[in-house]
């Protein structure tokens, strides 16, 4: 049986939590490290007793990165962060693969950068160097990568839904809403994660201008040369783990959804076709996708609902790995959702 080591930095984070977490009963991956900048020292349990036996590695500095020779390392370090730890570990001679968890490698030019998040990419030459690990659409690219750039939470499930259409070039201007859990945040405490800004309240944040929206249309470009219109309006909601999102479209009446989603995905087996919109609570806990649609005349509206932690985060890296690895993308992946 195939084995191989992996090593999580930023493993007292949320998704770099959900990444050793996964791995705890991954049939192939062995946890080899764990590391944290700001709680090394500690046992993972202590920060998160829930984890157990599990949690019973130390968390070491970041510093000590550089002498990690596992087969792979997956990073789950804040924003703008990264790019600069893989720099020093490939100039040190770090020899396997990676995947980046954050935004910091998504982008291939580094404008976009600018444009999207706001700062100058400081190592523009490693963005050539990582594919991007929407599973779905690119498994050959994964497949024979050494590097790898996990998508964002709601670009994930905007894609999901959106790719297919662009594809089949069935619409050219999309309104998506998309609801995100406070989880999406990040461990560390905020206005936008206090319990008492989040709980009972819905809102609104960085319409029209979410820095996931930059991925999504690189990777849409790749499909269809005609850049469709996406109106996206984010939105935080009132719970912890999950991602609902409707996307709104004009299309033929005579256009057939059910055949082009199972066109997509019949080879995806993380992937769920719904009948209707689909449910929050249907995937929160897993790494399953589930995307369901209704249309009336030439009006349609296509659901999806993802765990942002999972399939928005760590379980696709996760999936990622598997890939690269040559075994199935599925692999310890195939927990059901909590449903209650």
Same mark, same amino acid.
């Given at each position: 049986?195939?084995?191989?080591?992996?090593?999580?930095?930023?493993?007292?984070?949320?998704?770099? $939590? *959900?990444?050793?977490?996964?791995?705890?009963?991954h049939?192939?991956?062995?946890?080899?490290?764990?590391?944290?900048?700001?709680?090394?020292?500690?046992?993972l349990?202590?920060?998160?007793p829930?984890?157990?036996?599990?949690?019973?590695?130390?968390?070491?500095?970041?510093?000590?990165l550089?002498?990690?020779?596992?087969?792979?390392i997956?990073?789950?370090?804040p924003?703008?962060?990264?790019?600069?730890?893989?720099?020093?570990?490939?100039s040190?001679?770090y @020899?396997?693969?990676?995947?980046?968890?954050?935004?910091?490698? %998504?982008?291939?030019?580094?404008?976009?950068?600018? @444009?999207?998040y706001?700062?100058?990419?400081?190592?523009?030459?490693?963005?050539?160097?990582?594919?991007?690990?929407l599973?779905?659409?690119?498994?050959?690219?994964?497949? &024979?990568?050494?590097?790898?750039?996990n998508?964002?939470?709601f670009?994930?499930?905007?894609?999901?839904?959106?790719w297919?259409?662009?594809k089949h !070039?069935i619409?050219?201007?999309f309104?998506?809403?998309?609801m995100?859990?406070?989880?999406g945040?990040?461990? &560390?405490?905020?206005?936008?994660?206090?319990?008492?800004?989040?709980?009972?309240?819905?809102?609104?944040?960085?319409?029209?201008?979410?820095?996931?929206?930059?991925?999504?249309?690189?990777?849409?470009?790749?499909?269809?040369?005609?850049?469709?219109?996406?109106?996206?309006?984010?939105?935080?909601?009132?719970?912890? %783990?999950?991602?609902?999102?409707?996307?709104?479209?004009?299309?033929? *009446?005579?256009?057939?959804? *059910?055949?082009?989603?199972?066109?997509t995905?019949?080879?995806?087996?993380?992937? %769920?076709?719904?009948?209707? $919109?689909?449910?929050?609570?249907?995937?929160?806990?897993?790494?399953?996708s589930?995307?369901?649609?209704?249309?009336?005349? !030439?009006?349609?509206?296509?659901?999806?609902?993802?765990?942002?932690?999972?399939k928005?985060a760590?379980g696709?890296?996760?999936?990622?790995?598997? $890939?690269?690895?040559?075994?199935?993308?599925d692999?310890?992946?195939?927990?059901?959702p909590?449903?209650?």
């Amino acid at each position: 049986m195939k084995e191989w080591t992996v090593s999580v930095a930023g493993a007292s984070g949320y998704a770099g $939590l *959900e990444a050793v977490r996964l791995l705890s009963v991954h049939p192939h991956a062995k946890l080899n490290r764990i590391y944290s900048e700001s709680t090394a020292g500690q046992e993972l349990a202590d920060l998160y007793p829930g984890l157990g036996k599990v949690g019973k590695e130390t968390l070491l500095p970041m510093s000590q990165l550089d002498e990690d020779g596992s087969d792979i390392i997956i990073l789950g370090l804040p924003h703008g962060v990264s790019a600069a730890v893989v720099q020093q570990l490939l100039s040190r001679g770090y @020899e396997g693969k990676i995947i980046d968890i954050g935004s910091d490698l %998504r982008l291939r030019k580094s404008q976009l950068y600018e @444009e999207y998040y706001g700062y100058k990419h400081q190592f523009p030459e490693l963005l050539d160097w990582f594919d991007y690990g929407l599973t779905e659409f690119y498994p050959d690219d994964i497949k &024979k990568a050494q590097f790898v750039a996990n998508p964002g939470c709601f670009a994930t499930a905007m894609q999901l839904a959106i790719w297919p259409l662009v594809k089949h !070039n069935i619409a050219d201007s999309f309104t998506v809403n998309g609801m995100t859990g406070s989880s999406g945040s990040g461990a &560390k405490a905020s206005k936008a994660t206090h319990f008492s800004s989040r709980f009972g309240n819905v809102s609104a944040y960085k319409v029209f201008e979410h820095q996931h929206l930059g991925e999504v249309y690189q990777s849409l470009e790749r499909v269809n040369e005609r850049k469709p219109a996406i109106h996206f309006i984010p939105l935080s909601g009132p719970f912890v %783990r999950g991602i609902w999102m409707n996307i709104a479209f004009s299309c033929d *009446e005579g256009t057939n959804l *059910e055949e082009i989603y199972q066109d997509t995905f019949a080879e995806c087996p993380l992937v %769920r076709l719904t009948n209707g $919109l689909p449910q929050l609570k249907s995937v929160v806990g897993s790494a399953y996708s589930d995307i369901g649609w209704v249309k009336r005349g !030439n009006h349609a509206v296509v659901g999806v609902a993802i765990d942002n932690l999972i399939k928005g985060a760590a379980g696709q890296a996760i999936q990622n790995m598997n $890939l690269m690895f040559g075994v199935d993308e599925d692999a310890g992946l195939l927990t059901p959702p909590l449903i209650l």
